[in-house]
Nanobody, 132 residues
């Protein structure tokens, strides 16, 4: 069964760090296009970043939204079939539920989507709260 599950959220102070994990089951997650998104109460779901799936001679390259660029980093863990979102320099405005998602397209080629509508498999999310 294809499934995504996020973990690693929590409560941190301004300036703190968290590592969020997106675990895949039923498929090899690093070879698929994955997006990270977040949604704060009363706001629309917004992109944090994305990374394209690995190809035969290609390793996925991450993209980031302007709001998290230079603070957040997306990486892949091939041994655990997971993706990580390293979030540094957290701010109160980063408070949200964080989701990972995939479109489950293998060998999709370079490129990933920052539009949540392009993804159809989602995890349940993990809450990140940053106190001021």
């Amino acid at each position: 069964q294809v499934q995504l599950v996020e973990s690693g959220g929590g409560l941190v102070q301004t300036g703190g760090s968290l590592i969020l994990t997106c675990a895949g089951s039923g498929f090899h997650l690093p070879y698929y296009r994955v997006g990270w998104f977040r949604q704060a109460p009363g706001k629309e779901r917004e992109a944090v970043g994305c990374i394209d799936g690995d190809g035969r001679e290609y390793r996925g390259v991450p993209l980031y939204s302007d709001s998290v660029k230079s603070r957040f980093t997306i990486s892949k863990d091939y041994t655990d079939n997971t993706l990580h979102l390293q979030a540094n320099g957290l701010k109160p405005e980063d408070t949200a539920v964080y989701y990972c998602a995939t479109d489950l397209v293998l060998n999709a080629g370079p490129g990933c989507y920052m539009n949540p509508r392009k993804y159809d498999r989602w995890g349940p999310g993990t809450q990140v709260t940053v106190s001021s």
